[in-house]
């Protein structure tokens, strides 16, 4: 069992920054590979950025890639996201989420636990 709380969302102008925290909870948490989602109003969850258990392999969608960081830190089970350049389309719901595949995966039904979000705006 892996519970997940974000932080650090909030309002920013475009062209700032932002970090995303995701604390856990569980001894299993090293075992997963995490990613984080988002979610516009009115639009489906989509993939950000994940990570492997050992940090050894993170993967980026196209829109944030050069943009974002994912990183973790197993000892302090937390997973950040460092997002710089920001810009209005990055505004919505920010999720982490943890799951068991060993491969890295984009499909949020891969993903077996789910925090409860934090919102990001960012204005033009």
């Known amino acids: 069992q892996v519970q997940l709380v974000e932080s650090g969302g909030g309002l920013v102008q475009a062209g700032g920054s932002l970090r995303l925290s995701c604390a856990a909870s569980?001894?299993?948490?090293?075992?997963?590979?995490m990613g984080w989602f988002r979610q516009a109003p009115g639009k489906e969850r989509e993939f950000v950025a994940a990570?492997?258990?050992?940090?050894?392999?993170?993967y980026y969608a196209d829109s944030v890639k050069g943009r974002f960081t994912i990183s973790r830190d197993n000892a302090k089970i937390m997973v950040y996201l460092q997002m710089n350049n920001l810009k209005p389309e990055d505004t919505a719901v920010y999720y982490c989420?943890?799951?068991?595949?060993?491969?890295?995966?984009?499909?949020?039904?891969?993903?077996?636990?789910w925090g409860q979000g934090t919102q990001v705006t960012v204005s033009s």
């Open positions: 990570i492997t258990w050992n940090s050894g392999n993170t």
């Open positions: 569980g001894r299993a948490f090293s075992l997963y590979a």
């Open positions: 989420a943890a799951t068991p595949r060993v491969k890295l995966t984009t499909t949020p039904f891969d993903y077996e636990y």
